[in-house]
């Protein structure tokens, strides 16, 4: 049974950082790319990042480009997404999400003073 847990959100202050993890389970992660959507309240859910999956090979929206890294671990069987300089815009649910397989229960960030 395919799993992804997202974990890490959080409140954080305008400017700071979070770091966002997905931990996945019941498939084989390292043949897989992965991505990290979001949606704010309101808005439909959009692309934040994406990785292949070797990890070579990444992709930003260009609302977070240069503010957020995507990474991986195919030992652990991670994603993960380090999110720098936020923005109150940048509140919304994050969800970890392998194409075929349900959206999760995200985890909530939420950005303000």
């Known amino acids: 049974q395919v799993q992804l847990v997202e974990s890490g959100g959080g409140l954080a202050q305008p400017g700071g950082s979070l770091r966002l993890s997905c931990a996945a389970s019941?498939?084989?992660?390292?043949?897989?790319?992965m991505s990290w959507y979001r949606q704010a309240p309101g808005k439909e859910r959009e692309l934040a990042a994406g990785?292949?999956?070797?990890?070579?090979?990444?992709n930003y929206a260009d609302s977070v480009k240069g503010r957020f890294t995507i990474s991986r671990d195919n030992a652990r069987n991670t994603v993960s997404l380090q999110m720098n300089s936020l923005k109150p815009e940048d509140t919304a649910v994050y969800y970890c999400?392998?194409?075929?397989?349900?959206w999760g229960q995200g985890t909530q960030v939420t950005v303000s003073s």
């Open positions: 990785i292949s999956a070797t990890g070579g090979s990444t």
């Open positions: 019941g498939f084989t992660f390292s043949s897989h790319a």
């Open positions: 999400k392998l194409i075929g397989v349900p």
